[in-house]
Structure formats: C-alpha cells, structure tokens
C-alpha cells in the first residue's frame, strides 16, 4: 500500500513538472528522510520539548501543503522550534524531494 502510493507520487511528480519549480524527486526524498522519521513516523507520537506537541503524520499530505510548511518552518513564518532548526538545513533541492517523497499530488 505505501509502496504504491510511493510509485504513485514518483510518476506524478516525473509526469507533471511544475514550471519553475525545483523538481522533486520521489528517490532522493526517501534518503533524505533519515531525520525526520525519527518524529514524523511514529503514529500517536508527542515530542516533549519545547512543551508536549502531537507530531502531525505528514505522510500522504499534498506535497504543495509539505513544501510551503517547510519553506515557511525555513523563513521563520512557521515558529516550532525544532522543525525549523531542520528547515534551516535544507535546500530548495530538499524540500522539493521530500515533498515528492512525502506528499501526493
Ligand atoms: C524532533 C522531532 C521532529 C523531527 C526530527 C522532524 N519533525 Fe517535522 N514536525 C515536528 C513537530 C512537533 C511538528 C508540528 C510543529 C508545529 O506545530 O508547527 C512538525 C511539523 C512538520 C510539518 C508540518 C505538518 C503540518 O501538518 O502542518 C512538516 C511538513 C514537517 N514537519 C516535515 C518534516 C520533515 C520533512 C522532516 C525531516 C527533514 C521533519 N519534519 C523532521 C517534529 C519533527
């Protein structure tokens, strides 16, 4: 079932470039994703610093939606500590696969 959403995703974002977009990459995402699953992957999971936060499944999420949260976790609109610290240490390149990776269009 994750495996084909996972090729699923992989076409999409192969079949339907985004105009001046970053292309993501579905691949890359999912080597890239060693940092996150840590949190993002536990169902149920609440991360207790800075204060007891239900860690949202971002699996299966629009990649548009995973994308601008984490450009805005980057820029500081978005104010969670600890997801902007990772934000900060991802490229355009990064946040485009791990949304291809994440998400679904
Ligand atoms: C230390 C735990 C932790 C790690 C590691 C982590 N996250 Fe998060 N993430 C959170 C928490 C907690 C939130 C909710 C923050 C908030 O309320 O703004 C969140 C929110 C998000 C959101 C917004 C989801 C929504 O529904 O609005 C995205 C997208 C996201 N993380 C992606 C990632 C990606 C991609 C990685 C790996 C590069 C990552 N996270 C690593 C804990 C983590």
């Known amino acids: 079932m994750y495996r084909k959403m996972l090729i699923a995703a992989g076409f999409a974002a192969a079949l339907i470039p ?19 699953i840590g949190c993002h992957a536990i169902p149920g999971y609440k991360s207790s610093f800075p204060s007891v936060y239900q860690v949202p499944m971002i699996k299966g999420q629009s990649a548009k939606y995973i994308e601008s949260a984490l450009e805005a ?20 390149q990064d946040i485009a696969d791990l949304a291809a990776y994440y998400g679904t269009r």
């Not at 977009?21 to 996150?36: L, P």
């Not at 976790?73 to 490229?91: E, F, N, V």
């Open 18 to 36: 985004l105009a001046g977009a970053v292309e993501g990459s579905a691949d890359a995402g999912g080597k890239k994703n060693s940092m996150c």
């Open 73 to 92: 976790y980057r820029k500081g609109d978005r104010s969670h500590p600890t997801m902007r610290a990772i934000a900060q240490g991802l490229s355009d």
